[in-house]
């Protein structure tokens, strides 16, 4: 675990690497693709890829279906950061890699950061495959990756998080939704921090919260983004109904073909959203 010094150069060094990367791009968004979407990345015009171990700081991943590369580029021909992966905190303690990553894309200009993962539904209405906008989370982790000192430089001691996932950005995207007739649930996401799938008590648990759907990501990202003054927009691909909801067996592989059926629907969704995000 770096201290505040070598975390503030890492970031310092991979805002650089990323910056000459980009030549004359200017990306005010940046997305990070959860398990089972990142072929998202395929679509990205003229790429330049970063591997993430070339990014000093930035996290090394272990998990399949998380690709670990940076890709510069345009959607839809607005220019865009995607993060293709992420370190959970199923895998670490350690919150500084995931820290790196955020604070060196807000470094380079990034505004709005677009998070997706894969969950687990907790409402009957809410199919497998389907997409939920996030509207709000629950942190059930355990965890803050604000724990600690705080570095002034990125961000204040104490800040709100009232507004975690921007009013303004969930609008557009239901609009966007609407129009491209794409089935887009709202609801509240629980993070868990796994890597075991939930109990049925849990989910009965998370249901009586208000909850709409589980997962193990998301919420660390969404408050370091919020800590440094970038709006955050976020998605779940519902990959299977919580434990105890369905017959269902839940696996990782599992995960990761549900979340493939509904990629088609979330890159629709992402392809015509960066133009208003």
């Given at each position: ?126 199919g497998v495959s389907e997409l939920m906008l996030i509207t709000d989370h ?30 303004g950005h969930r609008a557009k995207l239901k609009h966007v939704a609407k ?99």
């Open positions: 675990m770096p201290d505040a010094q070598t975390h503030a150069e890492n970031v310092r060094l991979s805002a650089a690497k990323i910056t000459a990367a980009l030549g004359g791009l200017r990306p005010k968004l940046a997305l990070i693709l959860g398990s089972g979407l990142g072929g998202l990345a395929r679509l990205v015009e003229r790429p330049v890829i970063l591997p993430y171990r070339d990014l000093p700081g930035f996290p090394e991943l272990t998990v399949a279906g998380h690709v670990g590369q940076l890709i510069l580029g345009t959607l839809s021909g607005v220019p865009v950061i995607v993060l293709s992966g992420r370190k959970h905190f199923y895998e670490t303690h350690d919150a500084y890699p995931l820290k790196t990553m955020i604070r060196a894309v807000r470094a380079v200009g990034v505004e709005t950061l677009f998070l997706s993962n894969a969950a687990g539904s907790l409402r009957a209405h809410i629950i942190n059930f982790l355990g965890l803050n990756p604000l724990v600690g000192p705080n570095d002034d430089a990125f961000g204040p001691r104490f800040f709100s998080v009232t507004d975690a996932w921007d009013p129009d491209n007739a794409i089935t887009l649930h709202e609801g509240v996401y629980v993070a868990f921090r796994g890597p075991s799938f939930e109990t049925p008590a849990e989910i009965r648990m998370a249901q009586g919260w208000g909850g709409d759907a589980v997962g193990m990501s998301s919420v660390p990202e969404c408050l370091l983004a919020r800590h440094c003054g970038m709006k955050v927009a976020g998605v779940s691909c519902i990959t299977n109904m919580g434990a105890g909801l369905s017959a269902e067996s839940l696996t990782h592989a599992h995960t990761l073909e549900n979340a493939g059926k509904g990629a088609a629907a979330f890159e629709k969704l992402v392809l015509a959203a960066v133009k208003v995000l």
